[in-house]
């Protein structure tokens, strides 16, 4: 191991609320939250692409992010200490996950088979640091978006080689993340949409993009891995449309294409904003399918149009994430992936602390809230009272499909107009949230 990357940063560490910048004031991985510890709950992931590949640039001004460790060439060498400097940084934060795209660790290649040569190398260091620390591949995927190949889109491409190079690179992708025994794998379709319904096919790219899938499904049971298979949904950009728009959009297709069973969602806050949802709404959507699998914790800004990816550190945000997890039983094998980047203003290293601090103690602070709400059991109660008239009589019946129209019709007309019976109460339950806040 050559120089830390980060000599004047220490391991950072549980200190309490009167803690410096530089610790935890509420994170402490092994307290016992809801009969879990926090490790256990929060699952923690770095997201390699923006944490140590993201120059910190706008469409206005250059990257301003200074990385003494990075050389800024596309050799192997740079790639492989990149991967040191960052398990450094996991160790740092006692993160336990991290993710990827393949292009992010290793540069691209005049050919695919010399392309996936270096991969290999720089998967020897990934796999020598996972064993050397502990820290393990929440999951990878391919990048099917960057390269200009793909402007046209990559499985929904109009051009069938097109389609064949994203297959291959996802083939190899696949192997990549069994051989790292990652926990997971994810598609997020950007390009997967289309700029103008002018020139696009919609219904044939997406039963492209349905065949792709099936094909990542096929080769998975083939090689044998087991890892959890996501679809990330996103309304637009850099598409003015994406075919995986939001979650319920995503489960539609899942099922028309029979493809429900083998994925979960992998959904992100700001994906959610720009689709026009709370992340709780998508959240509480993906739970209701049973295919909550994974989320990817950032925020937008209301005040800007676009993604912006930022770290999230509001505690309303939080708080409805870990209530929502709390309800299922938890996320596993998916986690809480930062994928955040740092304001073009915080361009040092120590900035890298500061934000993944900040979101860790803002989820350590959901999380406990959110157990504090589910202990004292006012909000379950007033849910599950409000509900009270499907627990027998008229409402068990046509819960359990044992009614038809004429019977209801008979049933209202002998009992008369119906008592709506009481308030929603919307504002003593915010204030209820406000209390534990
Ligand atoms: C882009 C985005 C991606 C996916 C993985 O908005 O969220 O980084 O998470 O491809
Ligand atoms: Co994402």
């Given at each position: 191991m050559g120089n830390p990357a980060f000599p004047n940063i220490d391991t950072i560490r549980y200190e309490?609320?009167?803690?410096?910048?530089?610790?935890?004031?509420?994170?402490?991985?092994?307290?016992?939250?809801?009969?879990?510890?926090?490790?256990?709950?929060?699952?923690?992931?770095?997201?390699?692409?923006?944490?140590?590949?993201?120059?910190?640039?706008?469409?206005?001004?250059?990257?301003?992010?200074?990385?003494?460790?990075?050389?800024?060439?596309?050799?192997?060498?740079?790639?492989?200490?990149?991967?040191?400097?960052?398990f450094e940084f996991f160790e740092k934060l006692g993160i336990e996950f991290y993710a990827f795209h393949d292009r992010d660790v290793a540069p691209e290649?005049?050919?695919?088979?010399?392309?996936?040569?270096?991969?290999?190398?720089?998967?020897?260091?990934?796999?020598?640091?996972?064993?050397?620390t502990g820290v393990k591949l929440?999951?990878?995927?391919?990048?099917?978006?960057?390269?200009?190949?793909?402007?046209?889109?990559?499985?929904?491409?109009?051009?069938?080689?097109?389609?064949?190079?994203?297959?291959?690179?996802?083939?190899?992708?696949?192997?990549?993340?069994?051989?790292?025994?990652?926990?997971?794998?994810?598609?997020?379709?950007?390009?997967?949409?289309?700029?103008?319904?002018?020139?696009?096919?919609?219904?044939?790219?997406?039963?492209?993009?349905?065949?792709f899938l099936h094909l990542a499904v096929d080769y998975k049971n083939k090689i044998g891995f087991g890892g959890q298979f996501y679809i990330e949904p996103k309304p637009k950009e850099p598409t003015k449309h994406?075919?995986?728009?939001?979650?319920?959009?995503?489960?539609?297709?899942?099922?028309?294409?029979?493809l429900l069973a083998h994925f979960k969602i992998n959904v992100e806050t700001n994906h959610a904003t720009l689709a026009g949802?709370?992340?709780?709404?998508?959240?509480e959507a993906a739970a209701a399918a049973g295919a909550l699998g994974s989320i990817d914790a950032n925020t937008g800004d209301l005040m800007l149009g676009w993604d912006t990816d930022q770290f999230p550190t509001d505690l309303y945000l939080?708080?409805?994430?870990?209530?929502?997890?709390?309800?299922?039983?938890?996320?596993?094998?998916?986690?809480?992936?930062?994928?955040?980047?740092?304001?073009?203003?915080?361009?040092?290293?120590?900035?890298?602390?500061?934000?993944?601090?900040?979101?860790?103690?803002?989820?350590?602070?959901?999380?406990?809230?959110a157990a504090a709400i589910r202990d004292d059991g006012q909000l379950k109660q007033f849910v599950d009272?409000?509900?009270r008239s499907w627990n027998q009589g008229i409402g068990a019946r046509i819960e359990s499909g044992d009614i038809t129209l004429e019977e209801l019709e008979a049933y209202i007309v002998e009992k008369g107009q119906p008592d709506p019976n009481e308030s929603g109460r919307q504002e003593m339950l915010e204030a209820l949230i406000n209390h534990y806040i």
């Open positions: 309490g609320p009167s803690g410096g910048p530089l610790s935890f004031k509420h994170y402490q991985a092994d307290e016992i939250v809801a009969g879990k510890t926090m490790r256990e709950h929060l699952r923690f992931s770095v997201a390699y692409w923006h944490t140590f590949r993201n120059p910190l640039s706008d469409p206005f001004g250059a990257g301003t992010a200074v990385r003494p460790w990075d050389d800024g060439s596309d050799s192997v060498e740079n790639a492989r200490n990149r991967v040191r400097v960052a290649a005049e050919d695919l088979p010399r392309t996936n040569r270096i991969l290999d190398d720089v998967v020897e260091t990934l796999k020598a640091e996972q064993d050397r929440l999951w990878g995927t391919a990048c099917l978006f960057n390269h200009p190949r793909y402007l046209h889109g990559a499985a929904t491409s109009c051009n069938a080689d097109i389609f064949a190079w994203a297959a291959a690179q996802v083939k190899k992708a696949l192997e990549v993340a069994h051989e790292l025994n990652s926990e997971g794998f994810v598609f997020w379709g950007g390009r997967e949409g289309y700029a103008t319904l002018l020139n696009t096919d919609l219904k044939r790219e997406l039963e492209h993009l349905a065949k994406q075919y995986d728009s939001d979650v319920a959009a995503c489960l539609n297709f899942l099922r028309q294409f029979d949802h709370t992340m709780h709404h998508e959240m939080t708080t409805q994430c870990m209530l929502t997890i709390l309800d299922q039983g938890g996320l596993a094998p998916g986690g809480v992936n930062f994928d955040a980047k740092v304001r073009r203003e915080s361009f040092t290293p120590e900035d890298l602390f500061h934000a993944h601090i900040a979101g860790m103690d803002a989820f350590a602070r959901g999380l406990k809230i009272r409000r509900y």
